[in-house]
């Protein structure tokens, strides 16, 4: 199974961060690691410039679900891949909750992304009310369900954050992942499947030790180079 570390760098950066942070990471000893860098729309293109090696890529944040049309402000699939992103994330908790993004308009996006060649990142999480009301299981179990349309036909990811762990500190305790992990495996086994939610470099090598985790889909810590470096690293 294939290695991810992807760093969502949200609503963050610009052109000087971006040629700073490249010039910082060390990319060299990550031969074995996918890193996937999804920066600000704008900045696609041109962080996408800068690299030069096989497990170095760019991916977009969000994607529309149509091909074209008039949607003001949004981004369509084929744009993002003209741009020279690979992958897409879809689902994101911070979009379901302030997009009021549903799990159906996530699948009708990843079918989209598939279609243009993009590879879907596709996020589920419990929220902490859930969590402590026992729902999360079937919380998580839904969402797959709605949001991996039986059309994808070819890779996708998926990413588990539970909301109540990112951007927070906080992080759940091994066997809290490592009961998810199992449960996602169990409903779409040979996908690769990333944590997500507070990762740092100081919890990344214990969480590594999780049956089928294929890598993280990192927010804040993603912004140091070094720190980026490090939780890559921990994938080798």
């Not at 699939?77 to 992103?85: G, H, N, R, W």
């Not at 909750?97 to 079918?111: D, G, N, P, W």
Request: hydrophobic share 40%.
């Amino acid at each position: 199974m294939k290695k991810y570390a992807i760093a969502n760098w949200k609503m963050n950066g610009d052109e000087k961060f971006l040629n700073n942070y490249f010039s910082e990471i060390a990319i060299d000893i990550n031969l074995k690691v996918n890193l996937v860098f999804c920066p600000p729309a704008p900045y696609i293109a041109s962080f996408a410039k800068l690299l030069n090696q096989n497990n170095l890529h760019v991916g977009a944040q969000d994607c529309h679900y149509e091909d074209k049309g008039a949607f003001t402000g949004d981004l369509s699939a084929s744009i993002l891949k003209d741009l020279a992103a690979t992958y897409v994330i879809l689902g994101h908790s911070e979009r379901r909750q302030y997009q009021f993004e549903t799990s159906e308009l996530v699948a009708k996006k990843a079918i989209t992304a598939q279609k243009h060649d993009l590879i879907p990142v596709i996020c589920v999480g419990e929220t902490l009310a859930q969590r402590e009301d026992g729902s999360y299981q079937e919380v998580i179990k839904k969402q797959l369900e709605e949001s991996i349309s039986w059309q994808l036909n070819k890779e996708f990811i998926i990413a588990y954050e539970p909301v109540w762990a990112i951007g927070t500190g906080v992080t759940p305790k091994f066997e809290q992942i490592k009961e998810v992990f199992a449960l996602i495996s169990a409903y779409q086994p040979n996908v690769s499947i990333l944590y997500g939610g507070s990762v740092s470099s100081k919890n990344c090598d214990e969480f590594a030790k999780i049956e089928n985790l294929s890598g993280y889909l990192v927010g804040s810590a993603s912004l140091k180079a070094s720190e980026f470096s490090k939780i890559a690293l921990s994938l080798q």
